[in-house]
Every structure is written in C-alpha cells, then in structure tokens.
C-alpha cells in the first residue's frame, strides 16, 4: 500500500506556481517549489478541500 493511500495518515495539499495540487504525507518534506495550501488533515479532508475547490471554480465558470 502507498503512504497516499494510508486513510490514517496525516497529510497537506501542495499547490506550485501553476496552481497544480498534490496530496502529500506530513512527514515529509515540501519540495522546492510547492507550498502549503491546506492542512494538516486527513486523506478524505484533504481531498474534500480540493473537491470544494473545483466545483467553487466550476460555479465561477457559468
């Protein structure tokens, strides 16, 4: 099983200067280049913020 698939886990979601995400561990490192964005939360919080995000965008584009 990987580290993201973990539901007990702790983790962050990464965004970079094009605005792209990633679920990331809290243990580990921020890459150079990313910054936090949200978190620390579950996997599922984490994942519902960039659900929430998406349908707020997608809201803006009508």
Sequence with gaps: MS???NESGSFYI??????EKSLWPE???VPDGWR?????G???ECLAWVEEGAS???NADR
């Design 3 to 5: 580290v993201l698939d």
């Design 14 to 19: 990464l965004t970079n200067e094009k605005l």
């Design 27 to 29: 243990f580990k490192t």
């Design 36 to 40: 936090l964005a949200f978190g620390p």
């Design 42 to 44: 579950t996997r599922s």
């Design 56 to 58: 707020v965008a997608q």
